[in-house]
């Protein structure tokens, strides 16, 4: 009997006892070993959907190239992407678009794979604010939204995605194209995102 080689579309490494090891990337729906697999759940970007409906909890989707893990914010509980999320990419998830700024650093701009958004603003934010205090104003925002005290009129997205600079978390505000204006006159009426991100 001939054994079956199996391996990583990821690494392309043949990935020994896969009937142990063998990961299924539920996103790409590819093969990975477990080290890929780790790998792109580890550097994972991250979308809220803020669906401005009273007392509906905001829903969340960690993604990396292969693995997508979605739920609430509050609880993480399903494997496979939801289909908010695949709208978001026409359902045809194309990856994430590393952007470079040098040789060795750069960040994640996954925003260039959507179709259908509009970016209403960008930048980044941090954990401690306390030597970027202009930041702080960000953070009671998400706060807010996270906890329901305030509602966007129609779905809002954020998207968090890595960056090369460990303290520092590339942070884009995203909306239907149709809610544009809608979504942000009603954010230009709760936060000064632009500064608050710069």
């Known amino acids: ?14 990935i020994e006892n896969a009937e142990d090891y063998a990961q299924y990337g539920s996103l790409s729906g590819k093969t990975l070993c477990e080290s890929c697999y ?37 609880e993480i509980y399903d494997s496979e992407a939801p289909q908010w999320f695949l709208d978001l990419f026409n359902n045809e998830f194309k990856g994430r678009n590393w ?18 958004v509009v970016e209403l603003e960008s930048g980044w934010m941090t954990g401690d604010y306390s030597d970027v205090p ?10 807010r939204l996270s906890k329901g005290y305030t509602l966007p009129p129609k779905p809002l997205y954020v998207l968090f995605e890595p960056t090369s600079n460990v303290f520092s978390t590339a ?7 149709e809610d544009a204006q809608e979504i942000k006159t009603w954010i230009k009426n ?8 710069s």
């Open 1 to 14: 009997m001939t054994e079956t080689i199996i391996k990583c579309e990821s690494c392309k490494e043949v």
């Open 38 to 74: 780790n790998s792109d759940s580890e550097n994972a970007s991250t979308i809220t959907r803020f669906s401005g409906v009273v007392n509906e909890t905001p829903e969340q989707v960690i993604f990396g190239e292969h693995t997508c893990y979605s739920g609430t914010i509050e």
């Open 99 to 116: 952007v470079r700024s040098d040789a060795w650093r750069g960040y994640f701009d996954t925003t260039k794979n959507m179709t259908g």
């Open 134 to 143: 202009h930041k702080q104003s960000s953070h009671t925002f998400l706060n």
């Open 171 to 177: 942070t884009t505000y995203l909306t239907k194209a």
């Open 190 to 197: 709760q936060v000064d995102l632009h500064s608050a991100l």
